[in-house]
């Protein structure tokens, strides 16, 4: 399973959107879908597929199950997960909890991460994507390793200064 892909969607009354058909396909070729949705990071929401939730509290599993960060991600995220069915229509309802965590409203984006969904305010996805966008390479660079043999000397980014100051 592999996700990728961003699509505008509407939320209607009931706090449901649509997924679109090629998603469906991919996150459940047999058409049996279901659906783990948690809050994430930047102000996201998430979305797995039931084996890739358990995949996930396995990788957490093997950490240290009395520490600190482990115990507090895991309360705050399993505490607020909810499993979340796909109807006939395709569409899942996202419980008012977590679309308030994220604040969504009407206009919302609905993001394959490869292996899973972000679902993030239409608004608050276009301004992380247009603070980000000019350093793309920076970010690939740190995402992946600066090549071998390159040497440049450029500012990093760093957890307390995300994005490089911009060239001038």
Known sequence: MFL?????RNLDEKCRF????RVRDTLAP????????????DGSLVVYTEQVFAQLGDHL????LNGQEVRAFSRMFYA????????????????VELAGLASLKKEI???????HLEIWNRQSWETYL????????????????KPQGVSESKPQATPTNPLPPQPR
């Open 130 to 145: 247009n603070a980000r966008q000019p350093y793309y390479d920076d970010i690939a660079e740190g995402a992946f390793g």
């Open 61 to 64: 599993g093997q950490g240290p």
């Open 30 to 41: 047999s058409g049996n879908l279901v659906l783990y949705m948690a809050p994430g990071t």
């Open 18 to 21: 649509a997924i679109p058909k």
């Open 109 to 115: 984006v609905l993001l394959g991460v490869r292996d």
């Open 80 to 95: 607020q997960a909810q499993r979340v069915e796909v109807d006939r229509q395709g569409r899942a309802r996202i419980p």
């Open 4 to 8: 990728t892909g961003t699509y505008q």
